[in-house]
């Protein structure tokens, strides 16, 4: 894929300490459109605190974030959702007491007249693009609690992608699903790349990164190893880069 | 994740055809099970109560225009702040400081229209209790913040924060006038309490009640309307009509009852004479209608329950129940959120102090005390999660009248004796949290 003129984003020297740990310690890390780049590591090595930076949840102690070449300042979740970066959390975030629509739109509320919600219209959205990723999707009225693994992961990418995302955050989008429906998150990201969104991936199955990743950014005790082209790696490569922490020799 | 996309699901959901009338009627009607059944327990504690009194007394007293237009009366002051308790709580925090906060505002105001306003505006003016009301509820407001503040900005926890502020603003309410009880209030501020002249009478009920039908009706019809516009399965029309005919109804119920409860015979003669009516020979029946307090619980529960239900700021109280960190990082300032619900706590505890000092014609530090218990005994017995995320203000609202009713019941039924009150609502609430807990493993 195209990796050539402005990256979509670009996290440059960024860094975040949590009570005198470094968590992310002067990592830089880009990521063009219609690229899928794996962020690898062990739990801990920093991926999930460096991302969060980017999606708002953190503030990075110093670094700069560049989207499409322009520094910008991401403070709050809203600052990341104003430039069209939407996340999925490993944990999905939802609210387990609200319906599919309600988490779809929390934050982002439709609203009629005088500010009231426009709960009918937001379900009628929720219903449109349900019926395009999960076609067998028919719990609209019940809080998602009450919704399987699936069904919840599935709102939460629809709310990823409803808002137009230009690039999108995944946090191992696939851990709690079954072989049928990871096939169908393996799908999406193919269908969304071809529509030209940037999408960080952080994944901890090695033939999941092989399958859909361009680019793996590889992290060890907050630092980053370094960043691969994964058709230019074998999975061992990789698997070298996560355990020992050495970057390949052949790879760029 | 195909490209075509499926039409939107138009059904209802989940066929089940395994159910009986009363389950078609329930899911047609689509009527909340677990308020029908609050309902349910509250009429059967007023039969119980009734029929104790006639079997065991001789005399019925608790199904009477009188008892009930007292109980509606009596229960304003727990239901206005049990209703923002409902917020408190679904969020996952406590104010235990409301009673205490009643008793403070209380003073403030009584101090205020008495001892202040009177030198300035002279006695009876009519500005005096917009003044001290707008200034009660303000007090209120700024004690709730500061709440708010230590608990969402300073990482106090709120049983913390709020146990303090329960011991401190009951300090204070003693200091403001050295415990002195202040009375009379304004003439005018003390309508707002209730009794013969502070109820809107026969006509003035059955206004309230025609446009309070009007509004159900639009309701309904709007929510139809919306419905249809995007596609989806609306009620059956005679389900509608059901719905219209209980909510109507109720309201009308509620309406020839307060009418059919007429003025005490030397209210009515006092009125006369200063009115130069001639009181004709069976007497004069004037009805008191709905009490004031009662309409002012009425339109805080209305607004409280569209806030809840229609607007952002209520359903980011729910999400930041369901789920702080979601809520967060869906862009939700939840500290700022959890700062206006204390503020918006201290208020109705402000307006409850109105009500509670005008119902008692005067303000003393005492006021409110051990409220806060019965408030939150409210919440939780109309539904609200202790584990927080659920709660509505109608149940709120319900278990408030169900606390009133055992206390009111228990008197008239000669256990006037606090102590057994006390031990009859200590079971209750306890009772009602196991029942709904059953209820909520059931539907699950």
Redesign the interface.
């Known amino acids: 894929m195209a990796q050539t003129g402005t990256p979509l984003v670009e996290m440059r020297d960024i860094s975040i300490a949590f009570g005198g740990i470094k968590a992310v310690d002067h990592v830089t890390i880009d990521l063009y459109p219609g690229e899928v780049v794996g962020l690898l590591g062990h739990n801990g090595a920093g991926k999930s605190t460096l991302i969060k930076c980017l999606s708002g949840a953190y503030k990075a102690d110093s670094g700069t974030i560049l989207i499409n070449g322009e520094p910008v300042e991401i403070d709050n979740p809203r600052d990341a959702r104003a430039q069209n970066i939407e996340t999925i959390y490993q944990t999905l975030a939802l609210a387990d007491n609200l319906d599919a629509a309600s988490n779809l739109f929390l934050g982002r509320e439709l609203v009629g007249p005088g500010g009231m919600l426009n709960d009918a219209a937001m379900e009628a959205e929720t219903r449109k693009i349900m019926g395009r990723l999960n076609p067998n999707f028919r719990k609209f009225n019940v809080p998602v609690s009450a919704l399987s693994g699936g069904q919840r992961q599935s709102v939460a990418i629809a709310r990823a992608v409803y808002f137009n995302a230009k690039i999108l955050i995944m946090d191992e989008p696939t851990a709690a699903l079954g072989p049928h429906e990871t096939q169908m998150v393996s799908e999406l990201i193919q269908e969304l790349k071809a529509q030209g969104l940037g999408i960080f991936l952080i994944e901890h199955d090695i033939h999941n990164v092989m399958k859909l990743c361009d680019r793996a950014s590889v992290m060890k005790n907050g630092q980053l190893v370094g960043t691969v082209k994964v058709d230019e790696v074998t999975d061992e490569d990789i698997l070298g880069m996560i355990i020992m922490g050495k970057k390949p020799a052949r790879a760029a | 994740?195909?490209?075509?996309?499926?039409?939107?699901?138009l059904g209802p959901?989940?066929h089940d055809l395994q159910i009986g009338p009363v389950g078609r009627f329930l899911r047609a009607t689509e009527l909340d099970t677990r308020m029908l059944g609050m309902v349910g327990a509250l009429l059967l504690i007023w039969l119980g109560f009734h029929l104790y009194g006639v079997l065991v007394n001789g005399e019925g007293v608790f199904l009477t225009p009188r008892n009930l237009w007292n109980l509606s009366v009596q229960t304003s002051v727990t239901g206005i702040m049990a209703t923002g308790m409902v917020l408190v709580i679904i969020t996952r925090n406590i104010d235990l400081s409301v009673g205490s906060i009643v008793g403070v505002t209380g003073m403030i105001m009584g101090i205020l229209q008495v001892n202040i306003l009177p030198q300035y505006l002279g006695l009876g003016h009519p500005a005096i209790w917009v003044i001290t009301v707008i200034v009660g509820i303000i007090c209120g407001m700024i004690i709730g913040a500061f709440h708010g503040w230590l608990i969402a900005y300073r990482g106090i926890p709120s049983f913390i924060v709020t146990l303090g502020g329960l011991l401190v603003w009951r300090g204070a309410a003693f200091l403001t006038a050295d415990g002195k009880t202040i009375s009379p209030v304004d003439t005018t501020f003390a309508l707002l309490g209730g009794g013969p002249y502070g109820s809107v009478g026969a006509t003035g009920s059955w206004i309230v009640g025609i446009l309070g039908c009007a509004a159900i009706l639009w309701v309904l019809a709007r929510g139809r309307a919306?419905?249809r516009?995007?596609?989806?399965a609306v009620r059956e029309i005679w389900a509608e009509a059901v719905l219209a005919a209980l909510g109507c109804g109720a309201l009308i119920g509620a309406v020839l009852l307060v009418n059919a409860y007429p003025w005490p015979k030397g209210i009515v003669e006092a009125y006369a004479k200063a009115n130069n009516l001639t009181v004709p020979e069976g007497g004069l029946f004037i009805s008191h209608g709905f009490a004031i307090p009662v309409l002012i619980l009425a339109a805080v529960g209305i607004a409280m329950t569209?806030l809840m239900?229609?607007?952002?700021f209520g359903?980011y109280v729910?999400?930041i129940?369901?789920?702080p960190?979601?809520?967060?990082?869906?862009?939700?300032n939840t500290r700022w959120m959890t700062m206006k619900i204390f503020a918006l706590m201290g208020m109705l505890a402000g307006l409850a102090a109105v009500v509670a000092s005008a119902r008692l014609n005067s303000a003393t530090n005492a006021l409110g005390d051990l409220e806060e218990l019965y408030v939150i005994a409210s919440a939780v017995v109309g539904g609200t999660s202790l584990a927080g995320?659920?709660g509505t203000i109608y149940g709120a609202i319900i278990g408030a009248l169900v606390m009133q009713s055992l206390q009111t019941g228990m008197v008239l039924i000669g256990y006037g004796d606090g102590s057994y009150r006390k031990v009859v609502v200590g079971v209750a609430l306890v009772l009602a949290v196991y029942l709904d807990n059953l209820y909520r493993k059931k539907i699950?």
């Open positions: 994740m195909t490209e075509h996309s499926a039409p939107p699901n959901q989940g919306a419905r516009k995007h596609g989806f569209i239900t229609r607007t952002r359903r729910f999400a129940g369901g789920n960190e979601a809520a967060a990082l869906a862009g939700i995320g659920i699950k």
